[in-house]
């Protein structure tokens, strides 16, 4: 059996399986722990489809600075308590868990029958050539930084604006003289 | 490169993607809705790399490096929306938010 | 040849009305002076005309005056045009020159009126107005002027707007008129199609070589003719002039006797050639509206108590003359009549203004006798109306009326004459009852006033008396033969009537004259003889239904009311409350009440609960999801 396929085997259970102990955990931590999880799979399942950066940007980024910004706030706040499972909203589950099925139902039919919709495929083999010259960060940045020069420009307005935005948001009512003179 | 199909990753995620559709729908925790959305954005940028893959080109790593600035802006702005709702309510129910009704 | 003067003739009296109309009350006194100048003026120039086409060769016997193009439509066009011919330049003569006296009258008339300087601006526009309609060259123009004599006797007859019977009396005119214009307008449209021109000559040039014919021009002339009984009072729709009374009498004199109301004689004489083209008998008709018209009025007046509506009834009786003399063919005879007419109605009407003026606006006959006693001017002035009215010799009524009746003979028309020939004998009986009751006799006054009280005409008001009295007597002469021959002036436009001769001529004429001497006579013995109320009595009682129904107008105004009035107040009523209120009302109101309803039930939907918003969002992405698959699989 190729090696890859039991990677793939392993991320794929892992990913999936951590996924639905996500739904079912009561406690906030366990659910980001789990998060962390499924995260560290996905990074896995990157890495075999030779997008070698984005994978370790997935478990610094993502795994470790987000995640723990998570871990923080549920900290912070106190509510590493319980959930209820009991749900109010009467037919929101039904209709949550149905729907649901219908649309993973079509996206792996989608997915599966890949080529008869605009899913085009073909250019294997022109990713593993650009991972040996120039190399995955080499290429990657020389995409980033040409072709989408300008969007990447606008991410920083962006992460201005929600540095800002938080600012406004987390001061105190009545502790934040700063902005009123 | 892996021999593994591009059509099993797409599948993958899209059954992440549902799982994290249903998690938000179902739980009420705002911090807990907020990681259902997480795994749903984890599970496109899945998508974006498996392809990338399919097309040959970094094109879609570099729309997954996008989604994650704006994932981490997001969670930001959104951690910094419920501490303020949690000031002011002392709880981080969405159920407890719905003044916005007839 | 164009005409200098014409585009003043209309413009100095306009003039004169915008300037009272703004500044009449700060002039005040002079305001009266300034708007009878403007008159005079416009009939000095309307004079030069004159005398300049009587000098002119024969076949420069019109002149006009281009203002400017109004509308230019394709190859239609219309302009502001001026015509000055034979026909316009009598009636701009009669117009400016009665409209003086009586512009002269109402100084003294309305002294002391608080609307003083309004009343002249209204009479100076009603001038301006009328000169227009003579002076139009073609159909349009003569509208304008046909809508501003109407629009300026509703500001006149509803002057005194305080006392709401004036202000009814002033819509009713102007209502029953719109009926009428509206019939003018419609005969206006069918012309401009049909002839593609709307100038008097074009449109008879059109009629006379057969272009327009047959049952268009039939059409055309029933509509426009339909205009004429509105404006003219002809039956259906003579019902607004009685009511018109109630304005001040040198309105009445002025615009319902004798102006205005012969607007529609004017202009049937104007578009003769297109009546004699109609192929149904239209010309026939009018003659038989006429005489109709005429006996009919000439009853009710025979009723009537108010000395005002007396002669309000005459004038319509009158007018029905000139119609029975178009309808015959004769058309000058018809503007001949229609200019005696002016001169002896006004003066009667100022007559009876003056009889208001001294016994403080009473207008009840049976209120006042021997008059002439204490007002010598307005009796004897009176008397000279009187007597051209009957038609005695030589009074100028004797010429017109007799000649009218004559060309009806000589037409053929035996049954028009007997109807003429009767109200003639009418007329001499209710107009003789009118002078008799109210000049002749014992002098009895009104109840509340005092003989001192009681005077004759001041000094402006004489000053039109005594020249009307002047032309209602001699103006006969203007068709006399051998001295003036007033058809022979028209001739060239309207052309020259059939007249009985010799024998025929000399037996009418003192067949008329019997007539009226008979009718003196009756109203002598019944109002003035001693023993003449027994006598009435006893008439009455044999002619008891005849006479309730001349007294009650013969049912008209009842029959409208019921027939027309009544019919429409239920409709509206019905529109209002059933129409309006239940239907369309109810359709809003209900699609406000749906709206509120259903909203009721559906703002349910909205929770407030965010997860339910997304699971309905979701429910939409797996739906438009779905129509993507089956899109693409199919």
Redesign the interface.
């Known amino acids: 059996m190729n090696i890859e396929v039991v990677v793939f085997g392993v991320s794929f259970v892992v990913a999936l399986g951590s996924s639905i102990a996500m739904l079912f955990a009561k406690n906030a931590v366990h659910v980001a722990l789990f998060l962390v999880a499924a995260q560290v799979a996905l990074a896995l399942t990157f890495l075999l489809q030779g997008a070698y950066f984005i994978a370790a940007v997935q478990i610094i980024v993502y795994a470790g600075a987000i995640m723990v910004l998570f871990l923080f706030v549920v900290m912070l706040l106190g509510v590493d308590r319980s959930e209820a499972l009991i749900e109010p909203l009467t037919g929101q589950r039904p209709m949550a868990v149905g729907l649901g099925a219908l649309l993973a139902a079509e996206i792996v039919y989608v997915a599966t029958k890949g080529s008869e919709f605009v899913i085009v495929g073909g250019g294997e083999g022109a990713l593993s050539a650009l991972n040996e010259d120039p190399g995955n960060v080499k290429a990657l940045a020389r995409t980033l930084f040409s072709s989408y020069l300008l969007p990447f420009e606008f991410t920083s307005i962006l992460l201005v604006v929600a540095i800002v935005g938080v600012m406004v948001l987390a001061r105190r009512i009545g502790d934040a003289g700063f902005l009123r003179d | 490169?892996?021999?593994?199909p591009?059509?099993?990753?797409?599948?993958?995620?899209?059954?992440?993607?549902?799982?994290?559709?249903?998690?938000?729908?179902?739980?009420?925790?705002a911090?807990?809705i907020?990681?259902?959305i997480?795994?749903m954005l984890?599970a496109v940028?899945?998508v974006f790399?498996?392809?990338?893959?399919?097309?040959?080109?970094?094109?879609g790593?570099?729309v997954?490096?996008?989604v994650?600035?704006?994932?981490?802006?997001?969670?930001?702005?959104g951690?910094?929306?419920?501490?303020?709702i949690?000031?002011r309510r002392r709880s981080?129910n969405?159920?407890d938010?719905?003044?916005?009704?007839? | 040849m164009t005409s200098a003067y014409a585009p003043f003739i209309v413009g100095v009296p306009l003039a004169s009305a915008i300037l009272l109309l703004f500044f009449g009350k700060r002039l005040g006194k002079l305001s009266g002076i300034i708007g009878s100048v403007a008159v005079g003026v416009a009939f000095v120039m309307g004079a030069i005309e004159f005398l300049s086409i009587v000098d002119a060769d024969h076949e420069a016997t019109f002149s006009s005056y281009h203002l400017f193009d109004w509308l230019a439509v394709g190859g239609f066009h219309v302009g502001l045009d001026l015509l000055v011919d034979r026909l316009s330049i009598v009636l701009v003569l009669v117009i400016t020159g009665v409209g003086f006296l009586i512009h002269v009258y109402s100084i003294g008339y309305m002294d002391g009126d608080e609307r003083y300087g309004r009343f002249f601006a209204y009479l100076n526009l009603f001038v301006a107005a009328m000169l227009l309609l003579v002076l139009g060259d073609n159909l349009l123009v003569m509208f304008i002027g046909w809508e501003g004599v109407g629009l300026c006797s509703y500001l006149l007859i509803g002057f005194w707007f305080e006392d709401r019977a004036n202000a009814t009396a002033a819509k009713k005119a102007f209502i029953v008129n719109r009926v009428g214009d509206f019939s003018f307008l419609l005969g206006i449209f069918l012309l401009a199609v049909s002839a593609g021109t709307l100038t008097f000559a074009g449109v008879n040039g059109s009629a006379a070589s057969g272009v327009l014919g047959g049952t268009t021009a039939s059409i055309a002339a029933l509509l426009l003719f339909g205009g004429a009984t509105g404006k003219s009072a002809q039956i259906p729709l003579y019902v607004w002039l009685p009511d018109a009374m109630v304005g001040p009498t040198p309105v009445s004199a002025l615009i319902h006797a004798a102006t205005m109301v012969t607007a529609g004689v004017y202009m049937v004489a104007r578009l003769f050639p297109l009546f004699e083209a109609a192929g149904f008998d239209v010309l026939l008709l009018v003659a038989w509206v006429g005489a109709a018209t005429a006996v009919v009025a000439a009853v009710i007046a025979a009723a009537e108590y108010d000395i005002k509506k007396v002669l309000a009834y005459s004038t319509i009786s009158q007018l029905g003359y000139m119609f029975l003399a178009l309808g015959v063919g004769a058309y000058s005879l018809a503007i001949f009549h229609l200019v005696t007419h002016a001169f002896f109605k006004a003066l009667m009407f100022l007559g009876s203004g003056s009889v208001m003026h001294a016994l403080d606006g009473e207008t009840d006959m049976r209120k006042m006798s021997g008059l002439r006693k204490v007002m010598p001017i307005t009796g004897v002035t009176f008397m000279m109306g009187w007597l051209a009215i009957c038609g005695i010799i030589p009074f100028s009524g004797f010429f017109s009326k007799d000649a009218i009746l004559a060309s009806a003979w000589a037409d053929g028309q035996y049954a028009l004459w007997a109807m003429g020939a009767a109200t003639a004998a009418l007329t001499a009986f209710y107009m003789s009852r009118l002078y008799l009751r109210v000049f002749e006799g014992e002098t009895v006054l009104p109840a509340k006033l005092e003989a001192t009280h009681v005077h004759d005409a001041p000094p402006s008001m004489a000053a039109a008396l005594i020249p009307l009295a002047i032309l209602s007597v001699v103006g006969g002469a203007l068709n006399l033969p051998g001295v003036l021959s007033f058809e022979n002036f028209l001739g060239p436009v309207l052309g020259e009537p059939e007249v009985a001769h010799g024998i025929t001529a000399w037996a009418l004429g003192i067949a008329a004259t019997i007539l009226a001497g008979a009718g003196i006579a009756v109203a002598w013995s019944l109002y003035l003889r001693p023993g003449g109320l027994q006598l009435r009595d006893r008439l009455e009682r044999m002619l008891g239904p005849a006479v309730r129904a001349a007294r009650g107008k013969l049912y008209v105004d009842r029959a409208y009311e019921t027939l027309i009035l009544q019919p429409g107040r239920d409709l509206a009523t019905f529109s209002a409350d059933v129409l309006d209120r239940k239907i369309i009302d109810g359709a809003v109101n209900g699609t406000g009440r749906l709206i509120a309803g259903s909203s009721e039930i559906l703002r349910r939907v909205q929770t407030g609960y965010v997860r339910n918003y997304a699971a309905v969002f979701l429910a939409g992405v797996v739906v438009l999801f779905s129509v993507l698959i089956i899109r693409v699989a199919a």
């Open positions: 490169m892996t021999s593994v591009p059509e099993y990753f797409l599948a993958l995620a899209g059954l992440m993607f549902t799982i994290g559709v249903v998690g938000a729908l179902t739980r009420r925790n911090i807990v907020f990681m259902f997480e795994l984890n940028n899945l790399v498996t392809f990338s893959r399919m097309q040959g080109t970094v094109d790593q570099v997954v490096f996008f994650l600035v704006v994932a981490a802006a997001e969670v930001v702005v951690l910094a929306i419920i501490v303020s949690f000031r981080a969405v159920d938010v719905n003044l916005l009704k007839w």
